[in-house]
């Protein structure tokens, strides 16, 4: 059985081609390195592109003149567009002339109000699980250096010229895209069988499909020329549809999966929404172009010289709230870099409730559960670090987030863009069936401690109470941990005091709960009597003034003990070692692996990280190698669980890697 590298789940691309199985097919990997190699040319070839661009105005003046003119007033304000577009095409062309580089425009926008609190209601297996989405006020200061851009650029190499943001001129009209595309885009075609019938201006609204994409570099690569036509005919499709809400992400996966996948499709995305913004009589319809163009800001960037139109486009429309949100998402992207997944739907529903935040709900291990804030650009580690400030624990060491759905809980990688992760997981159950995920895409966002690392009762007495004491009680109710019946007494005793408090009035009834509070592997060693008369003497004997959180931390130091605090146990089916049971109980902690027998608890072997060779992870396995790769012990574990394990031991290791100062190696 061929084995594969550690992983929390299957990889993000892999899963992409599994939800699109036509993208791969109608592109190959030669034809998506022949774009680009073909785009690189094609930009950097300035003498083919001034031809280009004499012959692109020469057609578009004589279209232009074959227009029937819609009336006097759509003229005038022809006329003055090209007028201030005629000025700034000189500039651009003398600026290229001179090999210049002009930073992105960026400019002080007003602050915008606070809005009202919306609800998404998202469930999960037990529960109705509420996410609030809110909108924020923004803050605008100087704006983002554009040379924290790290993206290929077209016409440039090196970093962008800091410039201090300039102040926009309100009283000029909006600007558009003529002057770029009378430079980039395709010659107009026609519309009909007539030659005066043309496509009128490529870079304004249109409410007809278009029949070629709008960018010549687009149209290099046919199978890449295709497929942007088949955006722009779900751009239509959504925008047009202003009375229904989108609850599904289908539609938007098609308009921001293809430019995801291969990067010269991001520029002509670009295009076709803020073309769809341009001279838009349609209210309606320019509200949802708004809104994919909210989505497309938080997803990727378009590169230069795009990049400095689209951020005037946004810039010279600040009475448009969507306007002002735009252009603060774009610069944060920059910043942070591109998604890799589409929008994830609670991004969907927030911009069609008309909402810029969405608060998202967290559960802890006591059941407690927190609503905080995120956004398209939230890192894993972004949102880990605001709930450790928001419960004052003192270190968020060996913490992470997880992700439960159906039978599976994932770890969520602190570099991953927190909706990236959730959307992949969500592709990875459908592509695997899992029934349930549920038309719903059910699940649950869990803040618990992953790694067991420095973990000293009392020292954190919050982390104590919201993690350590509620991770801690279910291994020794399942019999995991070697316990006395003494000590499971005083244990027993403890969890009642966290459940009653003072009142001792319940003490009677404990029996009836008893898989509760005792170890199942030692509720029948001894009698109900018994029992209640040795929990009921712990119970007066250590804890009369005892307070709750006083008995979590008590329950934890007596556990603090024992050799296997902190293991994490799976119970798996072994067939590779004779000498070993059958049925073996694998522990993984900060000190290593080590065997268990099931029910003797018997410690057959313990393997420090040192001594793992190799280790690897599938749908119903996990392959382990101690000692030697050649003579070493080899153990092939059947159990649904082996991606935990794979995990685990990646985890541990490689925060064992990090105190020595040592990097990860890449291969893993």
């Known amino acids: 059985m061929e084995e594969r590298s550690s992983h929390t789940i299957p990889n993000m691309d892999k899963i992409s081609s599994e939800v699109n199985p036509n993208m791969d097919k109608c592109i190959s990997d030669s034809d998506k390195k022949q774009a680009g190699s073909d785009l690189t040319s094609t930009v950097n070839d300035a003498k083919a592109e001034k031809i280009d661009n004499v012959e692109t105005r020469k057609e578009i003046n004589a279209n232009e003149k074959n227009t029937p003119k819609e009336s006097t007033t ?11 577009t005629q000025t700034k095409q000189t500039a651009d062309a003398s600026k290229k002339e001179e090999g210049e580089m002009s930073s992105a425009p960026k400019s002080k926008l007003p602050q915008e109000s606070t809005e009202n609190i919306a609800v998404l209601e998202v469930t999960h297996q037990e529960a109705t699980v509420t996410e609030g989405v809110q909108t924020m006020p923004v803050v605008y200061g100087k704006g983002v250096s554009f040379s924290a851009l790290v993206t290929k650029q077209e016409d440039t190499a090196g970093e962008l010229a800091h410039e201090d943001p300039a102040t926009f001129d309100s009283t000029q009209p909006p600007t558009t895209l003529e002057a770029f595309a009378n430079v980039h885009f395709r010659p107009p075609g026609k519309k009909g069988i007539f030659k005066h019938h043309s496509e009128g201006s490529l870079w304004s609204y249109t409410k007809e499909p278009i029949r070629e994409a709008l960018l010549k570099k687009s149209l290099i690569n046919q199978d890449l020329a295709k497929y942007a036509v088949t955006i722009f005919s779900h751009i239509l499709k959504y925008i047009n549809d202003s009375k229904r809400q989108h609850s599904s992400t289908d539609l938007t996966d098609q308009i921001f999966r293809p430019a995801i996948v291969f990067e010269p499709l991001r520029d002509e995305v670009y295009c076709q929404i803020v073309k769809q913004l341009t001279h838009n009589k349609h209210k309606q319809i320019e509200d949802k172009a708004w809104e994919l163009m909210w989505l497309l800001t938080g997803q990727f960037v378009c590169t230069q010289p795009l990049l400095s139109e689209v951020l005037t486009f946004l810039q010279s429309r600040q009475t448009i709230g969507r306007a002002v949100q735009c252009y603060e998402r774009m610069q944060k992207t920059l910043k942070t870099g591109q998604r890799k997944q589409p929008p994830h739907f609670l991004e969907l529903e ?3 409730k008309g909402h810029n935040q969405i608060q998202h709900l967290v559960t802890f291990p006591n059941g407690c559960k927190e609503n905080f804030m995120v956004n398209s650009w939230t890192k894993a580690c972004d949102l880990s670090e605001d709930i450790i400030q928001s419960l004052k624990l003192l270190s968020g060491e060996g913490f992470s987030l997880f992700v439960m759905f159906a039978d599976k809980v994932l770890s969520v990688p602190d570099n991953n863009f927190l909706f990236d992760f959730l959307k992949t997981t969500i592709e990875w159950g459908k592509a695997m069936k899992l029934k349930e995920l549920g038309s719903n895409m059910v699940y649950q966002l869990c803040f618990m401690r992953k790694l067991w690392l420095n973990v000293v009762p009392g020292k954190d007495v919050n982390a104590d109470c919201i993690f350590h004491y509620h991770q801690e009680l279910p291994k020794l109710l399942k019999g995991y941990h070697d316990c006395t019946v003494d000590e499971a007494a005083v244990l027993a005793a ?8 003072n009142d001792r009035s319940y003490l009677h009834s404990l029996w009836d709960n008893k898989h509760e509070y005792l170890p199942v592997d030692l509720i029948d060693t001894q009698t109900k009597e018994d029992w209640e008369k040795a929990i ?16 979590k931390v008590a329950f934890m130091n007596v556990i603090h003990n024992w050799p296997t605090f902190g293991t994490s146990f799976f119970e798996i089916k072994q067939e590779c070692q004779t000498q070993l049971p059958e049925i073996l109980m694998i522990g993984i902690s900060k000190d290593g692996v080590a065997l268990f027998d099931r029910k003797t608890k018997k410690n057959f072997a313990k393997y420090p990280f040192t001594k793992i060779s190799t280790w690897s992870s599938g749908h119903n396995y996990f392959h382990i190698t101690f000692g030697n790769m050649v003579k070493g012990t080899k153990m092939t574990c059947h159990t649904p669980l082996g991606y935990k394990m794979d995990d685990l031991i990646t985890s541990y290791i490689a925060q064992l890697l990090k105190k020595k100062g040592k990097a990860w190696p890449q291969h893993r």
Do not use: L
């Open 74 to 84: 759509q003229n005038t304000e022809d006329k003055n567009a090209n007028n201030t």
């Open 350 to 352: 927030a911009v069609q």
């Open 494 to 501: 403890f969890q009642y005091r966290v459940r009653h408090g």
């Open 536 to 551: 009921g003497m712990a119970y007066d004997r250590h804890q009369k003034t005892m307070t709750r959180p006083e008995a």
